[in-house]
Nanobody, 115 residues
Framework: QVQLVESGGGLVQPGGSLRLSCAAS????????MAWYRQAPGKQRELVAA???????NYADSVKGRFTIFRDDAKNTVYLQMNSLKPEDTAVYYC?????????WGQGTQVTVSS
């Protein structure tokens, strides 16, 4: 069973940047499309960004031009570089497979954008 461990969240001012990391156990990582999701209080979990095994990417409209997803298959890690952060980006961020069936969800990492 693959385990996913997210890190890199924190408190940042509007306009600031953060880089999230997601380390995956197991060799299956390199053959899976991966994605970052987020869940804000009182809202459903939503897809933020995804990357295929070939490196193609897609983004939610709300983060296009500000967030970048990339992966390092040698390290079984997927990253999310977040720039120009806004208060509405505040959420718990999770990584997982892009498509079902999902791996077990990790604890996520809290991102809070506030002045």
């Amino acid at each position: 069973q693959v385990q996913l461990v997210e890190s890199g969240g924190g408190l940042v001012q509007p306009g600031g940047s953060l880089r999230l990391s997601c380390a995956a156990s197991g060799s299956i990582f390199s053959i899976k499309a991966m994605a970052w999701y987020r869940q804000a209080p009182g809202k459903q979990r939503e897809l933020v960004a995804a990357t295929s095994t070939g490196g193609s990417t897609n983004y939610a409209d709300s983060v296009k031009g500000r967030f970048t997803i990339f992966r390092d298959d040698a390290k079984n890690t997927v990253y999310l570089q977040m720039n120009s952060l806004k208060p509405e980006d505040t959420a718990v961020y999770y990584c997982n497979y892009r498509f079902r069936p999902f791996a077990s969800w990790g604890q996520g990492t809290q991102v809070t954008v506030s002045s």
